[in-house]
Nanobody, 125 residues
Framework: QLQLVESGGGLVQPGESLRLSCVAS????????MGWFRQAPGKEREGVSC????????DYADSVKGRFTISRDNAKNSVYLQMNSLKSEDTGIYYC??????????????????WGQGTQVTVSS
């Protein structure tokens, strides 16, 4: 059974950066595309970014393009989300998810097979 654990969230001021990590256990991530999602209070969950099984292909929500970077290290069974120039609207719980496909573009959240518990990101002055 694949288990995902996120870390790296916290409280930062607008314009600052955070790096989220997601570590998997139980199964290697080599055959899984990975995604980051977030949910703000009172809002629906939205996709933030995703990365293919090798890391060769990535996708981003328009709201984070140019500010966030997704990456993965399959040797460490880990996925990362570097978040720069954070804005108040980036506040929410960030979830890591795995989908048993090589590629993730166009995949809805409901198609993902495994989810982490989430890590809180709060951007506030």
């Amino acid at each position: 059974q694949l288990q995902l654990v996120e870390s790296g969230g916290g409280l930062v001021q607008p314009g600052e950066s955070l790096r989220l990590s997601c570590v998997a256990s139980g199964v290697t991530l080599d055959d899984y595309a990975m995604g980051w999602f977030r949910q703000a209070p009172g809002k629906e969950r939205e996709g933030v970014s995703c990365i293919s099984f090798t890391g060769g292909s990535t996708d981003y929500a328009d709201s984070v393009k140019g500010r966030f970077t997704i990456s993965r290290d399959n040797a460490k069974n880990s996925v990362y989300l570097q978040m720069n120039s954070l804005k108040s609207e980036d506040t929410g719980i960030y979830y890591c998810a795995a989908i048993n496909h090589f590629y993730c573009e166009g995949r809805d959240a409901d198609e993902y097979d495994y989810w982490g518990q989430g890590t809180q990101v709060t951007v506030s002055s």
